[in-house]
């Protein structure tokens, strides 16, 4: 019979207690509610796994939802005999178990696929919590939430929700390894917690240990000892810290190092060569520390190296061999620094590089040999420096580039064989310069060339055949110039054309065949200009056009889209906002000025 829900369980002795659990045993139990189980475990006996494997679901779903479960002993109980009695359920039903009750899972019953995929999306949800709800959970289960051993994947342990690294922590962490004679161990991840100490010993005997992932931390300083002994490790994450400097030795015979992040920190100097030896280190990330100045010989020993990112620093200059010993080099970062001056040799023998981004600095001037063994070179970014100029053939080793980004300067004027020989060119912005004309065969080797932005310049005149040689051309931005007048036939080549941007100059009128080989053209923006009349056949080649923008021009208010016609159905016309124009009247096929004198509604 039910257990009445005003027993008093403290009164039950030990030897009441067993007979109790053997009679339920010999019974179904399946009479018992959440509350009897409650009042009936409160004996603060740990009950039996022969007990708990006669429940079923319903009961251990009442059971678990109840807030007067004591703890922590009973639940714990309760939940390992669930777990157990689980892996006869689902995979679903298991991982909803987890995630709904949150439960300590035992790791070293981990041994099969389906319960390495459980824990693997239980660590994501832990992942959520606050901290607080971390730690309030660690301490209330006395255990380390997170450290999973994962023996059918990559041998991976996952350390979350600490605040410290304690020496329990270390030792378990120890013992698991110590379970294979080879070292069991080849990934430790420790990220995203709130440590500021590492203990000496944390990594002390991983012999087979591979990555290391100790980023989103807050360490000041790490122990010296820390890789000591590490021969296989491949990969180790310090990014998103605090340090303000490296111990001396810090990597010292880590022969097998290939990849290597100490992104985001505080880092001012690298003394002493700290990358000393790594001979086959492939990437270095140092980006977003506060480096000034490089040691001349730092990078000398790294000759497998593929990437360097030295981005969102303080450099403001570099040795003329900084960079001379990394041939295999692929990737150059160096922008958002404070360079002023790049010596004339600063790339010789960097023959693999494939791209290099030196933009957001302070450049004035760039060498006319800077480039010339960058033959394999495919970016190139020089965006926000100062420079106002460039060599006739500054360029022209580049026979492998395919995005050129010369934005953001003081560019007054670009020689008419600037771009001579890119024939592989794709993007190419000259946006945000002081460029008032464009020589006409200026982009006359450009064949391949997908996108052109010339924005943001004091440009009035574009000759007509400027894009003649650009046949797949898809995007092409002219805005925020002084563009008064288009020729009718300066578009006529470019049939694949996608987007073009014309708003923010001084156009008055467009020719009727201004557009009328653009059938490609899915974007056009007319607006902020000083068009006066449109015809309503302006648009009518334009069959796969989406979008049109005419708004703040001196176009008549009372204008609707209706009036064009051949627009598909779908096109987005904007035409709100125009400025009132008297003078101006339509017509059913036109729009016509009536002695308007010309300048006298330009925008200031």
């Avoid at 009727?512 to 200009?529: C, D, G, H, K, P």
Wanted: charged share 20%; with cysteine.
């Amino acid at each position: 019979m039910p257990i009445p829900l005003n027993f008093n369980t403290s009164a039950i002795s030990p030897s009441v207690f067993e007979i109790y659990e053997s009679f339920l045993l010999n019974s179904t139990a399946s009479f018992l509610t959440g509350q009897e189980i409650v009042l009936f475990s409160s004996v603060n006996k740990t009950i039996s796994h022969a007990f708990t494997k006669s429940l079923s679901a319903p009961i251990w779903q009442g059971i678990l939802q109840t807030e007067q479960l004591p703890l922590p002993k009973t639940r714990v109980e309760l939940s390992k005999a669930y777990y157990k009695k689980s892996k006869l359920e689902s995979l679903e039903n298991q991982l909803k178990f987890l995630k709904n009750y949150k439960l300590v899972v035992d790791v070293a019953s981990v041994d099969t696929a389906r319960e390495v995929a459980i824990l693997k999306e239980y660590s994501k949800e832990f992942s959520l919590w606050s901290i607080s709800q971390k730690q309030a959970f660690l301490d209330h289960w006395n255990t380390v939430i997170g450290l999973h051993q994962l023996r059918e994947t990559a041998n991976e342990y996952l350390l979350t929700g600490l605040t410290a690294i304690t020496p329990q922590i270390v030792n378990r962490l120890h013992t698991l390894n110590q379970r294979n004679p080879r070292g069991l161990i080849e990934y430790l991840s420790i990220t995203e917690n709130h440590l500021q100490v590492l203990p000496d010993n944390l990594l002390t005997g991983l012999t087979n240990l591979k990555a290391v992932n100790l980023a989103d931390n807050q360490l000041p300083v790490l122990p010296a000892n820390l890789f000591t002994g590490l021969r296989n490790l491949q990969a180790i994450n310090l990014s998103d810290n605090l340090l303000s400097e490296l111990p001396p030795f810090l990597f010292f015979k880590l022969a097998s190092l290939r990849k290597l992040s100490l992104r985001n920190n505080r880092i001012q100097t690298l003394n002493n060569n700290p990358f000393k030896g790594l001979s086959l280190l492939q990437e270095l990330n140092l980006k977003g520390n506060e480096i000034e100045s490089l040691e001349n010989d730092l990078f000398h020993d790294l000759v497998r190296l593929q990437k360097l990112n030295l981005g969102l620093n303080k450099l403001k200059r570099l040795h003329q061999d900084q960079f001379h010993k990394l041939y295999a080099l692929e990737k150059l970062y160096l922008y958002f620094n404070q360079l002023e001056i790049l010596d004339p040799f600063q790339f010789r023998r960097l023959s693999a590089l494939k791209k290099l981004l030196i933009n957001n600095n302070a450049i004035l001037h760039i060498g006319p040999n800077l480039f010339y063994d960058l033959y394999k070179l495919e970016v190139l970014d020089l965006s926000g420096n100062r420079i106002k100029a460039f060599d006739a053939n500054q360029f022209q080793s580049l026979l492998a580039l395919e995005e050129l980004i010369l934005s953001s300067n003081h560019i007054k004027s670009l020689h008419p064989q600037q771009f001579k020989h890119l024939r592989d060119l794709r993007i190419l912005h000259i946006n945000s310069n002081y460029l008032k004309t464009l020589a006409v065969q200026l982009f006359a080797d450009l064949s391949s060339l997908q996108e052109l932005n010339i924005s943001e310049n004091t440009i009035s005149i574009l000759e007509r055949n400027l894009f003649n040689n650009m046949k797949d051309l898809q995007k092409l931005y002219l805005s925020d110039n002084y563009i008064e007048n288009l020729h009718p036939k300066l578009f006529c080549a470019l049939k694949n054309l996608q987007e073009l941007a014309l708003n923010n100059n001084k156009i008055q009128t467009l020719a009727l065949e201004l557009f009328s080989r653009l059938q490609a053209l899915t974007v056009l923006s007319l607006n902020n200009n000083e068009l006066f009349c449109v015809h309503t056949l302006q648009f009518k080649d334009l069959k796969n056009l989406e979008v049109l923008l005419l708004q703040e021009n001196y176009l008549e208010p009372s204008l609707r889209r209706s009036f064009f016609i051949g627009l598909n159905k779908s096109c987005s016309v904007s035409l709100e906002s125009q400025i009132p124009l008297n003078g101006l009247k339509l017509y059913s096929n036109t729009a016509m000025e009536v002695d308007t004198p010309k300048n006298v509604y330009k925008k200031s």
